[in-house]
């Protein structure tokens, strides 16, 4: 059965987005665009809340054609490309090709879309998303990429937990800017 695994960066202090929605502080850079390349590579599909998908796809089917793309953009644009693509939204109504809605029945939707063949299906970003699959104890994993930075206040990545989650830590790995990457598991 395929995994959701929630990718995300987040603050040393649990939130994943400024007061107003401001990811300023999240540090990137060709080496943790490179390791997250070769993990990201091995998925073919790719979830999103409605929010983060319209950013996407404003941005990466085109970003490997620019004249100045990165070898990151070329990257990923490729990927993004070819990956299916799962938006949870009540409110989105028509999606390009590759492109498939989950509105209404999430967990049943959920399911039915682990049980489909296919690699680790990838939750990008979306705090929403992220908080409605939580709270119904469908994520399996947490890939967490810990920012040097407390913030203090904004969206925190764990809210609406009604019981405790207990995890599996898989790997870590220490950035030369500072951020650390903690790969868990769901410890079902």
Do not use: C
């Amino acid at each position: 059965m395929r995994k959701i695994i929630s990718f995300m960066h987040i603050s040393l202090d649990g939130y994943v987005a400024g007061p107003h929605g401001e990811m300023d502080w999240i540090k990137v850079d060709e080496e943790i665009f490179d390791h997250v390349g070769k993990r990201v590579s091995e998925s073919d599909t790719a979830l999103y809340g409605r929010v983060t998908y319209q950013m996407m796809e404003s941005y990466w089917p085109t970003a490997g054609d620019m004249p100045d793309a990165s070898k990151h953009d070329i990257e990923h644009s490729k990927w993004y490309n070819k990956a299916q693509k799962i938006v949870m939204s009540e409110t989105m109504k028509d999606a390009p090709a590759n492109t498939k809605i989950i509105s209404g029945k999430l967990s049943q939707s959920i399911h039915e879309l682990k049980e489909q063949p296919g690699n680790d299906i990838l939750l990008f970003g979306s705090p929403t998303a992220t908080h409605a699959l939580i709270q119904q104890n469908l994520i399996d994993g947490y890939w967490l990429f810990v920012n040097p930075i407390i913030l203090g206040k904004g969206v925190s990545l764990f809210t609406g937990i009604k019981d405790q989650v207990k995890l599996k830590l898989l790997t870590t790995r220490q950035f030369a800017s500072g951020v650390t990457e903690l790969n868990y598991i769901v410890d079902r």
